[in-house]
Each structure stands twice: as structure tokens, then as C-alpha cells.
């Protein structure tokens, strides 16, 4: 039976109205709530100037500035000092950089067919990655500290060390590093997770888009079905990093895709550390790594593979949590089980244990050690019979029953639903390949997504069973399409991504859609953040976007009374132009950045904001 949470004591704020076509380009709070810029992309973290956006950017100012497309995030307090709390009013916000758009960065209309060079290779790295930043309120307002011994770059060039069963694999070792155990770099952070022993976990996702190679390497050699398995395709997304540098050529460098697709732990507090990429926890398109400690101190970490029709994984550490000593919890995340869960219709689940030797996961059938099941993550689920999920986003942890939430966000390849796209590959994906509806991803014309929740047997985040059900069916309740309209208990949205607990108990869900308003979204209106009450599902509108963003990444200081989140690419358009849809946040909408002060400036910039009530109160009470 599913054990309701606690009543969080209602939402205590007005909806604010769909941002429906023609989009206002702004940031719309309820009343009695204010939005500020915190940060955004080009920023400071130093001293030295700001970036000028209408400039192009040079990877020596991105090394020192606020990287490209916020996403996931996590605010660090400092040690609080009593009554009040320092940690309250002190922080280090920790953002990922989850990709770029090459126009912006460069400045060109047309980067497809651009002289493509190693200096723009190095410029696009430098805006991805991670930025630590050390934030302090003064006179009630949030702002950069700057610099701060704290503020930090990690980009795709900053040197990471490979933990785990993957460590040293011969999957994984090139010519530059034969060691197989140092990768530059860590891409693609989409959302994260933060641990107790107050690390960082940013999460690699869609790493496959950024390599490449010729059409005559491909015709020489085809891809692998390794390589397909993970999205490898000639042009991968676009980007044509591989036309400058063989290291994202994978003809040139074949393992360097196996480099990437891990969990990579930061450790925020010293500035000096080496990102770790934790490969016990598998590789795929890690969306977010959800970190529960259960009461006895064993440690979960869920995490989903955002692709359609893939899987959903925990990770149990062998060894305890250790609150007292955290030089103890350091190496936590290298050993342990991992498992991908099988959603069974009548609400239990599985734990499917991803263990060499066990299942059929032997050399016979591929997999030659544990290192190249965590390699070969996705092939190795397949063989266990895991369930296929329509997308698995972020995991939120309910912080009293340590129920788990998922965000499914949408799937069009179930069942006999005739809708379509292209595969990456240029192939397409036949009707009868495609998984049959279950009780888990019931509708084959999943479009707007939905939201499940699991809890562990018995409460024990290392038991192998769990029982589930779905929270929400999300939908136009205005569709004339029954199965399109969801049910949800207030406000409708689609597209759930980004999803977080406060405190309190209060579920906030980001959603992450076309965001222009137009067609399926012509009611639902433009991306935004919700808040939802798990006991009731009462469900209400409590941030409306920019035009053409996603709303994506949501923290708070501890005292739940400054709320920051992250709105990612505003205006974006890859057949247009991104500035005839937006200008925010320097349009001054919102507020001039607070850093850059640049006025007018015609180029959108995704950012972090800070939301407070106006009472002093807890954002959402
Ligand atoms: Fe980067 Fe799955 O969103
Ligand atoms: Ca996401
Ligand atoms: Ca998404
Ligand atoms: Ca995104």
C-alpha cells in the first residue's frame, strides 16, 4: 500500500496564468514573490570585467566567467553558526553547464558551415562544465562574491581521475592516456545530485552529440552496435568538434566516448580537488543522482537514463555512511551494487541486480568483467529485463519518508502509436520495435509526461523490491483527446523535468517543453516551475519563463527562504534567430543582470535567479 506523506499545510500562494502566445519575455512569480538575475552565462567570478555578450566569447574570458546553460544546481551553506544560521545568508552555489548554442558563443548565423577550429573547440569546452560560486546576501539580496578562493571553472578540458570498475579498463585507455584512469573533461551536465558528506554530483547526459568522424572513416568502419547503442553517429549533434579535434573524432580516438557518461563527484569546498567520475554507478545519459541515507546510514543513489524507452538505476554503496568522519565517506561511491529496476503491473517492482558473472552477464555474452558491464551499462539492462521508461529525468527524495519521485517527461515510440521522429542514426524506429504500453508508462501517445513514485521494502534503501505508483498523468485537461487531457489536481503542465523537495515536503516540478507556446503547448503556455502537495496533488503555477527556455535547476538555502533556479537558453531556435524570440534577462526585464549591467543587449543569456517572498517567509508557504 502506498504511504501517503504528511499534509504540507496547503500552497500558500496564488497561481500565476499560463504564459500563452505572444509570450511575455519574462520571469512571471506570484504576487507577493520577487524574481532577481543571481547570475548569468559570461559573468565574472573574478575581478576582471564581465563578458561583454555582444562580443564573441574567447575561451580565456569563458575560463573565468559563469559557464552556458545553467541546469542542475545545488547551494552549499557554509557552516552555520547558531541561531540564524550563516549558512542561510552564505553559500556556494554549484551549477552545471549542460551544453552550448554555437551561434551564440561565436556570434555567426552560420556555424554549420563554418571553418570549424580548434580555438572554437576550446571556447565551446570552456562554456561547459561546472561552475562553483560563492554567493552571499547583503541588504536582503543574494549576489557573486568576487572573486572568492572558492570560485571555480571545470570544463571539458579540466582533468578528472576514473574511479571504479571502469578505472584503467582497456575500454577506456587512448593514446593520450594509456593509463585509462584520466579524462579531460566531464559534458553535458544536465541535472545532478549532492551527497551528505557535502559533495557534488554533476551527471553526464547527452555526451554522444559532441563526437563524430568522416563519412569515408564510417564507410570504412561502421559503427559498432556499442556505438549505436549510445547515440555514436557521423555528425553526432552537430557540433563538428571532430573536424579540429581527433580527440571527439571516434574513428581517430574510438574510446573516447567510453570516457564519457558517468557520475562526476566534486568536491565544492577545495578548490584544488580533482573531479572524480564515480564509474560504479554505470554510464548512460545520466540525467540526475538522487543520494538517500537510510536510517541505518546504507546509501542509494537512484538515477535515470534520459533516452526513450530506457531504464531507471540505483546504485548501494557497500559501506556505511559515516556522519562523524567525512574523509571516511570519500570513496563511497566506488563500491557497491548496482541495479536497474523492473516495474511489474501489479505496483511492485524489482531491483535487478547489473553484477558480472550473474543474470548471463558473462564473457560469453559480452561482458568481459564488471568494468565493461558499467561500460556497456545500457546492453547489460537490456539482458536482465529491466522495464522501458518514457525518459527518465531527475529523482526527487521526499525528506521525511525518502519516497522517491521520478519525472518521465514524454515518449512517442510506444506501442502502435503512429508518431514519429528520425533516430540520431538517420534510422527510423519500426512500430513493431518499439515496447508495448504497461502499467508503468501506460499511454503510447505519451506527450505530456508523467510523474512516479517508488518507496523501497520496508523502508531499506538497499532492498532489492519496492512498491509504486503513479503520481500524476500530466495533459491539457482542454485537449479534445481523452488520453492527452492527464489528471492532474489543478494546474496542467507537461514536459516534467527538473524535480525537488523542499524542506517542507513541498514537490516542485520544472518542465522542460518546445516552449514557444504553440501547438500542444497552445494552452499549457510556456516552460515553468509548479509546486505540488504529494499527500492531495493539489498542483499549482508558481513561475511562468522567458520565451523559448527551459526552466530548469531549483535550490534554496536551508531556511527555504531564498529559492534559486535556473532558466536555460532563453530564445533558443536552431533554424532562426534566437534574439527575434528573446532578449532576456538583459532586456531588462527582470532586472538588468545584476553583473553584467549591460542594458539592452540583443542576445538572450540563460541564467540563475533568485526568488524571495516579500514577507521574509519560506518560498512557497
Ligand atoms: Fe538534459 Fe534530460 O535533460
Ligand atoms: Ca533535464
Ligand atoms: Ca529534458
Ligand atoms: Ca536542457
Same mark, same amino acid.
Given at each position: 500500500a502506498h504511504a501517503a506523506p504528511s499534509p504540507i499545510g496547503g500552497i500558500g500562494f496564488t497561481s500565476v496564468p499560463a504564459n500563452i502566445a505572444p509570450m511575455t519575455d519574462a520571469i512571471t512569480v506570484p504576487p507577493g514573490y520577487t524574481a532577481r538575475v543571481l547570475i548569468s552565462w559570461g559573468d565574472s567570478l573574478t575581478n576582471a570585467p564581465h563578458w561583454d555578450p555582444s562580443t564573441p566569447m574567447t575561451e580565456a574570458v569563458q575560463l573565468r566567467t559563469y559557464g552556458a546553460h545553467t541546469d542542475g544546481m545545488h547551494y552549499f551553506p557554509f557552516p552555520s553558526t547558531g541561531a540564524g544560521g550563516l549558512g542561510n545568508t552564505r553559500g556556494l552555489l554549484v551549477a552545471n553547464h549542460e551544453y552550448v548554442d554555437p551561434g551564440l558563443v561565436h556570434n555567426t548565423t552560420t556555424y554549420s558551415t563554418d571553418a570549424m577550429t580548434l580555438d572554437w573547440v576550446n571556447t565551446q569546452l570552456a562554456a561547459h562544465g561546472v561552475s562553483v560560486v560563492e554567493v552571499q546576501e547583503r541588504n536582503g539580496e543574494f549576489g557573486v562574491r568576487r572573486p572568492s578562493a572558492f570560485n571555480r571553472r571545470i570544463t571539458g578540458k579540466t582533468a578528472c581521475t576514473v574511479t571504479g570498475p571502469a578505472s584503467g579498463h582497456p575500454m577506456l585507455r587512448t593514446a593520450a592516456d594509456a593509463s585509462g584512469t584520466q579524462v579531460?573533461?566531464? *559534458?553535458?551536465?544536465? !541535472?545532478?545530485?549532492?551527497? +551528505?558528506?557535502?559533495?557534488? *554530483?554533476?551527471?553526464? &547526459?547527452?555526451?554522444?552529440g559532441y563526437f563524430g568522424s568522416s563519412a569515408a572513416a564510417l564507410a570504412a568502419a561502421p559503427l559498432t552496435a556499442h556505438e549505436r547503442r549510445y547515440g555514436m553517429a557521423q555528425g553526432g549533434f552537430g557540433y563538428r568538434w571532430h573536424e579540429a579535434e581527433p580527440r571527439f573524432d571516434f574513428r581517430a580516438t574510438p574510446n573516447e566516448p567510453n570516457r564519457f557518461g558517468w557520475v562526476v563527484e566534486i568536491d565544492p569546498w577545495n578548490p584544488n580537488s580533482t573531479p572524480m567520475k564515480r564509474t560504479a554507478l554505470g554510464r548512460f545519459k545520466h540525467e540526475s543522482a538522487g543520494v538517500v541515507v537510510g536510517s541505518d546510514n546504507k546509501v542509494a543513489v537512484y538515477m535515470g537514463d534520459d533516452e526513450r524507452n530506457e531504464y531507471v538505476y540505483k546504485f548501494v554503496c557497500a559501506k556505511r555512511f559515516d556522519a562523524k568522519n567525512r #574523509?571516511?565517506? $570519500?570513496?563511497?561511491?566506488?563500491?557497491?551494487?548496482?541495479?536497474? !529496476?523492473?516495474?511489474?503491473?501489479?505496483?511492485?517492482?524489482?531491483w535487478l541486480p547489473l553484477v558480472w558473472g550473474q543474470n548471463g552477464l558473462t564473457s560469453e555474452n559480452g561482458f568481459a568483467d564488471q568494468g565493461e558491464v558499467v /561500460?556497456?551499462?545500457?546492453?547489460?539492462?537490456d539482458r536482465v529485463g529491466a522495464t522501458m521508461m518514457d525518459r527518465p529525468e531527475w529523482v526527487a527524495v521526499h525528506p521525511t519518508t525518502r519516497e522517491v519521485y521520478l519525472t518521465l517527461t514524454n515518449n512517442n515510440r510506444r506501442g502502435t502509436n503512429p508518431a514519429s521522429s528520425n533516430n540520431v542514426d538517420g534510422t527510423t524506429t519500426a512500430a513493431s520495435a518499439r515496447p508495448a504500453v504497461d502499467a508503468a508508462n501506460p499511454r503510447p501517445d505519451n506527450r505530456y509526461g508523467h510523474i512516479i513514485r517508488w518507496r523501497d521494502?520496508?523502508?531499506?534503501?538497499?532492498?532489492?523490491?519496492? &512498491?509504486?505508483? /503513479?503520481?500524476?498523468?500530466?495533459? %491539457?485537461? *482542454?485537449? +479534445?483527446? #481523452?488520453?492527452?487531457?492527464?489528471? /492532474?489536481?489543478? %494546474?496542467?503542465?507537461?514536459?516534467?523535468?527538473?524535480?525537488w523537495f523542499d524542506n517542507d515536503g513541498r514537490l516542485w516540478i520544472q518542465t522542460d517543453q518546445a516552449g514557444n507556446a504553440l501547438g500542444d503547448w497552445a494552452n499549457i503556455g510556456g516552460n515553468v516551475m509548479m509546486c505540488a502537495d504529494p499527500a492531495t496533488g493539489e498542483t499549482r503555477r508558481?513561475?511562468?519563463? +522567458? $520565451?523559448?527556455?527551459?526552466?530548469?535547476?531549483?535550490?534554496s538555502t536551508p531556511d527555504g527562504k531564498s529559492m534559486f533556479v535556473g532558466i536555460q537558453h532563453p530564445g533558443e531556435d536552431w533554424s532562426g534567430s534566437f534574439t527575434a524570440n528573446s532578449t532576456w534577462p538583459d532586456s531588462g526585464v527582470n532586472g538588468p543582470t545584476t553583473a553584467s549591467g549591460m542594458g539592452e543587449v540583443a542576445k538572450p543569456r540563460s541564467s540563475v535567479v533568485v526568488i524571495t517572498k516579500d514577507d521574509g517567509g519560506v518560498i512557497g508557504s
Open positions: 579531460l573533461g566531464t *559534458l553535458n551536465n544536465c !541535472a545532478h545530485g549532492h551527497t +551528505p558528506w557535502g559533495t557534488y *554530483l554533476a551527471c553526464e &547526459e547527452n555526451f554522444n #574523509a571516511a565517506n $570519500r570513496d563511497l561511491l566506488d563500491s557497491g551494487t548496482l541495479y536497474v !529496476a523492473r516495474f511489474n503491473g501489479d505496483g511492485s517492482g524489482v /561500460i556497456k551499462c545500457r546492453q547489460a539492462a521494502t520496508g523502508g531499506d534503501v538497499g532492498a532489492t523490491s519496492f &512498491e509504486w505508483d /503513479i503520481f500524476a498523468e500530466c495533459g %491539457d485537461s *482542454l485537449s +479534445p483527446v #481523452a488520453h492527452l487531457q492527464g489528471n /492532474i489536481n489543478g %494546474d496542467d503542465y507537461g514536459a516534467p523535468d527538473g524535480l508558481f513561475l511562468t519563463s +522567458p $520565451r523559448n527556455c527551459e526552466v530548469t535547476g531549483v535550490t
